[in-house]
């Protein structure tokens, strides 16, 4: 799912209200795995948004933040009120995509009550700006988009759990899963991960147990799983195509290796996860 923006409107973000994003047809309930950021907040009604297969509820005064490569699908729009912006990652300056963590895997999808008069201004102020194309040089108005983007998300993602410590072995684990992000399609094998950054497999498996509370292995077969259920849930690929993408010698022991973590094989998932959800109420 590609970034376009509408015409006329400055390339790299959209700011909306959801009761337009539905009346332009937005949302949907087949699986959607974009490659920009949603920030989605709710000032009425509830939206139930399904992200990486994890339910959330977005109550008033909660923020979803879904990031480029997360599949998910939408829930009922119908009765909600609230605002949308999309953005792309280069459309905000470096220094803001490093402070606020935009390309850390794992950053939290849900903030809950969020009770801060600077988030509250900067989304008033994002949707004014935003709406006001004219009144100012376009290069101005992608200015002062631009910074006020910044506001809002590194006002977001400094609510409680937004960040990651900086404690030692939070520093290990960090070097730890931006490895297993770029290399898992390459290797499953601790003793690899731990070789390359220069630790031992004791090491790697502590420190992950204290970040996350599960082991190095699990760590790892945790991405591979998410990256399988996401390419199922949102492509029409075959398996052995998922297969040589992750790294199996072959479609079957891909398919032994889900089986084993998912109590299903393959297929079965891709039907469960494309069935239409029953109306509620």
């Known amino acids: ?115 801060d008069h600077g988030v509250d201004l900067a989304i008033e102020h994002l949707c004014h700006e935003f709406g006001a194309v004219g009144d100012s040089p376009l290069d101005v108005h992608i200015a002062v988009l631009r910074h006020l983007l910044s506001v809002l998300v590194l006002r977001l993602a400094d609510q409680p759990g937004g960040l ?32 390359n950054l220069g630790y031992s497999p004791r090491t790697l498996t502590r420190a992950t147990a204290s970040a996350v509370g599960t082991s190095a292995k699990g760590f790892i077969d945790e991405r591979v799983m998410l990256e399988a259920k996401r390419r199922l849930a949102h492509s029409d690929e075959p398996a052995v195509r998922i297969a040589a993408h992750l790294g199996f010698s072959s479609a079957t022991n891909f398919g032994k290796y889900f089986q084993s973590r998912a109590g299903q094989s393959p297929i079965q998932f891709r039907n469960a996860a494309r069935q239409v959800p029953r109306p509620q109420g």
């Open 164 to 195: 990651p410590s900086t404690t030692e072995d939070s520093d290990t684990f960090r070097r730890f899963r931006e490895a297993v992000e770029r290399d898992f399609t390459k290797t499953r094998e601790v003793a690899d991960y731990a070789r």
């Open 1 to 115: 799912m590609d970034f376009n923006a509408r015409v006329g409107t400055p390339a790299g973000v959209e700011v909306m209200s959801l009761s337009e994003f539905r009346r332009r047809g937005g949302g949907g309930i087949t699986p959607q795995r974009p490659d920009f950021h949603h920030l989605i907040t709710t000032v009425s009604g509830m939206l139930k948004q399904e992200v990486d297969f994890t339910t959330y509820d977005a109550i008033p005064g909660s923020w979803l933040w879904v990031r480029p490569g997360q599949v998910q699908r939408w829930g009922d729009l119908s009765e909600v009120e609230g605002h949308l912006v999309l953005f792309e990652s280069d459309f905000l300056d470096p220094a803001t995509v490093v402070a606020a963590r935009l390309e850390t895997p794992g950053s939290p999808v849900q903030y809950d009550a969020v009770d």
